[in-house]
């Protein structure tokens, strides 16, 4: 008979391996620094960024918005000034006099 898992305990735990992935990494930095190792620390820390690259690149921030449904406040702006923009174009298109 074990306890049932609960929101509050599953968020706690994930914060506390974040926290022993965050202390690890800190030490290996520091251990490499401290016996000058800084070109193997150079290494690891371009994989690091290209690894947060690729992971940015691969999540599809704008398609996921899209599915949802919501559309921001900023979204509904850029869409009024859009259909605004192409309207009084097309006014001053009709107003413009005529060259001589």
Not at 90 to 99: D, G, I, N, V, W
């Amino acid at each position: 008979m074990g306890r049932t898992p609960t929101l509050a305990s599953g968020r706690q735990r994930r914060t506390i391996f974040t926290f022993a992935w965050i202390g690890a990494l800190a030490i290996i930095a520091i251990l490499l620094i401290h016996y000058e190792m800084t070109a193997l620390l150079y290494i690891l820390a371009t994989l690091g960024v290209t690894c947060l690259l690729i992971v940015v690149a691969v999540a599809d921030l704008a398609h996921a918005q899209n599915m949802s449904g919501n559309t921001t406040q900023s979204e509904q702006v850029a869409v009024a000034a859009a259909s605004t923009s192409t309207s009084n174009s097309k006014q001053s298109l009709k107003t413009r006099p005529a060259r001589k």
